[in-house]
């Protein structure tokens, strides 16, 4: 089921990183950002429930899909009590299970960009006015560098590829290279970073893209 899965959902546009058991998906989910978990109940090691428990627990807040051969709504309930946002009974096509995660990440995202301000370190952003300052000073952004921090925003603890950026931020009329993305990271760490040198908020995933960490 996992191969399969995961071939179908590559062929759908994303990227997928898979554990074979509890304990591992944990590790994995722990360490690196996702902006969805599929999380099946019926998990070796450590079922999906204290996968669940334990992610919510540390704080983790990616989109938690469940997946399992359970129907019964105890199990639902359990599932959605310890912090999952969605639940899928097995058998189940595929096609349900691919609107259900556009589904959560557009919810997601939206409840997102509906935020009237977002703040890290010493700079807050004015979500819906577009303006960004800094220890209270005004800060001169371009339209494009403030819809880069926009989508870095909504998009926190997420590893965005260059690629991903390009298509999202500046569209595919746009013909950019991925150095533009480059660029335009280092205008940014430049006005808000307190050390752009060694950014804490806009890091470098080396090999990978960048990660929003405010």
């Not at 500046?170 to 990271?185: C, K, L, Q």
């Amino acid at each position: 089921m996992v191969v399969a899965l995961t071939d179908r959902l590559i062929a759908a546009g994303y990227d997928v990183d898979s554990a074979a058991d509890g304990q591992a998906g944990l590790e994995r989910a722990s360490r690196f950002a996702y902006d969805l978990i599929l999380l099946d109940v019926m998990l070796p090691l450590k079922d999906g429930f204290d996968v669940c428990r334990s992610l919510r627990r540390s704080g983790v807040s990616a989109g938690i899909l469940m997946l399992t051969a359970k129907d019964s709504l105890s199990d639902k309930v359990a599932g959605l009590k310890l912090g999952a946002d969605d639940y899928v009974t097995k058998p189940f096509e595929t096609s349900e299970l691919l609107a259900r995660m556009e589904a959560l990440l557009r919810r997601m995202e939206t409840a997102t960009e509906r935020a009237d301000s977002f703040e890290f370190g010493d700079v807050r952003v004015n979500l819906r006015g577009a303006e960004v300052f800094r220890n209270g000073s005004l800060v001169k952004l371009s339209a494009r560098e403030f819809n880069l921090l926009r989508y870095f925003i909504g998009h926190r603890g997420s590893v965005l590829s260059r690629n991903r950026l390009l298509d999202s931020v500046w569209g595919y009329d746009f013909i950019p290279t991925t150095r533009t993305v480059d660029t335009h990271v280092s205008w940014l760490r430049q006005k808000l970073e307190p050390d752009p040198h060694e950014p804490r908020f806009i890091v470098t995933v080396h090999g990978l893209g960048y990660r929003f960490d405010g």
